[in-house]
């Protein structure tokens, strides 16, 4: 389980994160939605352990997360982070070599299904392969946590497919599942639930079938109703 | 660690393979000229190879310095600090890798030097006499030349070198953390490393100025001297990575 | 499949599912696709794979044999009765319609007889 208590991250008297508290629990897949620059990244730096709140905490199974924490949650960056003089093959070495849950046979077989060559250097792949090699890679770790920063940002149709399909695949009982988009659409029929995040707050958490189930209302519509009244009333 | 410690190496393997090849052709140039007895060959090489010396030692040591801001300014700061290490290992991988191969690779010239120099002696006599000129030079002394004060002088330099390290370590640290956002960030990072070099210089001979320059008591308790703020530098700047780097 | 946005994304499967058993290109007594493979196939949320198929086990549409996976029903008389079902659903909608626009049932089974094909 991982819950953030009151978390807020201030930069320079900037606050990125406001006072965000909630539970996710293993089993499901999120997802996290709002704006570019709402906080959606900024919140799961946290969670990774990758920058520490300004005031509040996250835990992990009742441990604050920190460099323990790093063995069971795998976060994965919008931007590619991989080094220059990589190949495809070596960023699974590298994973291999720093996370005891990285599985090279699931990687080999992700590779595969996504039609991507190991000799390939990271340094000439296209965004759309970029984008599938990065989610290969951190969807081959046996981890407990997955948080995918906009994993479907700028790839193309057939991609975006197959980077679904991946996360798909290897959701599980007890894994929590992550994924952030500022596109609502795409994520709409995969994630179990939608966390919205808006100017550094938590706006609300919504199951999506209940929504259609008891409102008749995509999420989509309602993201169209809360982020058109949030402008609305940002505008006043 | 020593997994960080390869990756490190692999980021760095290039410059250090460039000095060594650079290294051992001023080697081959030198050794043909003393075995053809070519006196302007073999003094051309010696030029060559201190030449080598000094900017290889610089090169490895500012190429490790820009590897850790890449490292930390970068979106490849997610490399490092994604995987469950905390910042002293990351940071202790760097410091004994960079601080490591300068301290290796200056053990490696030190020794060439001294097997260079021995073959000199072996092979022209009256060089002995240019080699008291030499010690004169680096001791200031008039005592002779001795291959273990040459050896302990070069080391001291070295040590030196890595402290200086230590400390661009720490100002990048800065940089990227206290001073983000700062325009002139860059700057007075450069301008906080100067200060910290001058304060721990000035630090320095207040507290072994009372030793001879260049006297053995002098070079071993220099050594230990530089060893000791390396380290403090090191857990200053792993303290600020901790609590203050926002990758 | 493009999912429409009122109805929950579960009985969308299930009608999708129904349609395939009915056409006969999901044969009576065959093997369906394991919750996980049906998910990656629809593009939907692993657990409302998990949900689809224990709708269509209620329903008696399918069946699972323990360690076998998920089986379509062999009585053809359940398929059958879903067919009518799903007519019954397809006519009570084509009613509300037309009933909308002021066409009365008898105006609509003469156009119905009237239109070729």
Redesign the interface.
């Known amino acids: 389980m991982l819950e953030s208590f009151g978390v807020t991250k201030k930069f320079l008297g900037k606050t990125a994160v406001d006072s965000i508290s909630m539970k996710l629990e293993p089993g499901h897949i999120y997802a996290m939605l709002g704006p570019n620059g709402s906080g959606k990244t900024t919140w799961m730096k946290m969670a990774a352990g990758l920058i520490k709140p300004t005031s509040g905490f996250i835990k992990y199974n009742n441990e604050s997360v920190g460099v323990e924490s790093r063995k069971h949650v795998a976060y994965m960056s919008t931007e590619p982070f991989f080094y220059d003089w990589m190949t495809v093959g070596d960023v699974g070495k590298y994973y291999q070599d720093f996370f005891e849950d990285f599985s090279m046979e699931v990687y080999d077989e992700m590779l595969q299904e996504m039609n991507l060559e190991k000799t390939l250097k990271c340094k000439e792949l296209s965004s759309g392969m970029m984008a599938k090699v990065k989610v290969a890679v951190t969807m081959a770790r046996d981890a407990k946590v997955y948080m995918l920063d906009e994993p479907l940002n700028g790839i193309d149709l057939l991609a975006r497919d197959e980077v679904l399909n991946a996360i798909i695949r290897h959701a599980g009982e007890d894994k929590i599942l992550l994924v952030s988009s500022h596109l609502v659409e795409e994520l709409e029929s995969v994630v179990d639930y939608a966390i919205f995040i808006s100017n550094a707050h938590l706006v609300g958490i919504y199951e999506v079938e209940e929504l259609r189930q008891n409102e008749g209302v995509s999420l989509a519509d309602k993201y169209r109703g809360i982020y058109g009244s949030v402008e609305m009333g940002g505008a006043c | 660690m020593g997994t960080l410690m390869k990756y490190e190496f692999r980021k760095t393997w290039k410059m250090k393979g460039f000095v060594l090849c650079l290294t051992a052709f001023f080697e081959l140039i030198f050794l043909f000229g003393v075995f053809s007895d070519n006196e302007d060959l073999w003094g051309s090489s010696i030029v060559g190879l201190i030449f080598t010396t000094i900017c290889g030692l610089f090169l490895i040591g500012v190429y490790g310095i820009h590897i850790l801001s890449k490292d930390i300014n970068s979106k490849q700061s997610y490399m490092l600090f994604m995987t469950p290490n905390s910042s002293y290992k990351i940071l202790g991988a760097k410091v004994l890798e960079n601080g490591g191969s300068v301290l290796l690779s200056g053990l490696f010239f030190i020794l060439l030097a001294i097997l260079d120099i021995m073959l000199l002696v072996v092979r022209y006599e009256d060089i002995q006499g240019m080699l008291d000129l030499v010690g004169v030079i680096i001791s200031g002394d008039t005592e002779e030349f001795t291959y273990s004060s040459f050896a302990m002088a070069s080391l001291d330099v070295v040590l030196s070198w890595v402290y200086l390290i230590c400390v661009a370590y720490l100002a990048v640290v800065i940089c990227a953390t206290l001073l983000k956002g700062n325009r002139i960030n860059g700057l007075l990072s450069f301008v906080a490393f100067i200060i910290i070099a001058i304060l721990v210089d000035n630090l320095h001979d207040t507290l072994l100025g009372a030793f001879y320059v260049y006297s053995m008591p002098r070079l071993v308790s220099n050594i230990g001297f530089y060893l000791f703020l390396s380290g403090i530098f090191y857990f200053i700047t792993a303290w600020i990575m901790d609590n203050k780097l926002s990758v | 499949m493009q999912?429409d946005?009122?109805?929950?994304?579960?009985l969308q499967v299930i009608t999708a599912l129904k349609l395939d058993i009915i056409n006969e290109r999901i044969k009576s007594g065959e093997k369906l696709p394991s919750s996980?493979d049906l998910?990656?196939q629809?593009?939907?949320?692993?657990?409302?794979a998990a949900r689809v198929y224990q709708e269509l086990e209620r329903e008696g549409v399918c069946y699972t044999k323990r360690g076998m996976g998920t089986f379509v029903t062999e009585d053809m008389g359940k398929i059958k009765q879903c067919r009518q079902e799903m007519a019954k659903g397809c006519l009570e909608d084509f009613l509300k319609q037309i009933n909308e626009l002021g066409i009365t049932k008898e105006e609509a089974i003469e156009m119905i007889k009237n239109t070729t094909k």
């Open positions: 999912y946005s009122k109805t929950p994304i579960y996980r998910a990656v629809y593009t939907i949320n692993p657990n409302t």
